[in-house]
């Protein structure tokens, strides 16, 4: 279950990308992204209850690494995740000058999906040194295909994107295993 769908021309944002990214588990995350700009705002729907501290701080290390700019966060003990992050991005920043730019993070643990994906698109903005690199937004769900299924649709009803599902891509259980839509296999209107 890591399907990557990349759905820039169907974001309503002019000149950003999105991304949407279902992984079966945090370990899982990719190496190599493949997105549009040199930062990215991340949106992690995990249950993060049974994620041991060495994987978190793995991960951490690794969104670091390819351009987090600012990391949004939803499910249970999601703050752990959150802590982590912060600490990673002060731990590489220890000798650097005042006014270093600095990674932003939330964390919606007991908030409803839908609100957490409402302050993801209209809130979260990355540090002002990110303003002309930070132009790709990328949201994901760990372990849970109803939640990717469920922040896809909620994207679409808060008008983030500009067609509907049945036309940008089939819905996961319609495509076979691991496999990404191209614009030549996604119906047309």
Same mark, same amino acid.
């Given at each position: 279950? !890591?399907?990557? &769908? &990349? %759905?820039? !021309? ?11 990214? !279902?992984?079966?588990?945090? #370990? ?7 997105? #549009? ?9 995990? $249950?993060? +209850? &049974? ?11 690794? /969104? ?12 249970? $003990?999601?703050?752990?995740? $959150?802590?982590? /992050? ?10 650097? #000058?005042?006014?270093?730019?600095? =990674? ?12 957490? /994906? ?7 903005? #990355? ?7 930070? !132009?790709?937004? %990328? ?5 849970? =295909?109803?939640?990717?299924? $469920?922040?896809? &649709? ?7 994107? +500009?067609?509907?599902?049945?036309? =940008? ?16 296999? +996604?119906?047309?209107?």
């Amino acid at each position: 279950m !890591n399907d990557v &769908h &990349h %759905l820039t !021309n169907e974001f309503v944002k002019p000149g950003q990308s999105l991304h949407l990214l !279902n992984l079966e588990e945090l #370990a899982a995350w990719p190496e190599d992204l493949q997105l #549009a700009s040199p930062h990215f705002r991340l949106f992690l729907a995990c $249950d993060a +209850r &049974h994620i041991a501290a060495e994987q978190t701080q793995r991960f951490a290390d690794k /969104i670091l690494d390819q351009g987090a700019a600012y990391v949004s966060l939803w499910g249970p $003990d999601s703050y752990r995740i $959150d802590t982590v /992050i912060e600490e990673a991005d002060s731990l590489r920043n220890l000798n650097a #000058a005042p006014g270093r730019p600095v =990674v932003a993070t939330s964390w919606h643990r007991t908030e409803p999906l839908k609100e957490a /994906i409402w302050f993801f698109l209209n809130c979260t903005e #990355a540090d002002p040194a990110f303003q002309n690199t930070c !132009n790709t937004w %990328l949201a994901a769900s760990i372990g849970n =295909v109803q939640w990717f299924d $469920d922040i896809w &649709h909620q994207l679409e009803m808060q008008g983030a994107m +500009r067609a509907p599902r049945k036309q =940008v891509a089939p819905r996961r259980q319609e495509m076979p295993r691991g496999t990404v839509p191209s614009s030549d296999q +996604r119906p047309q209107a």
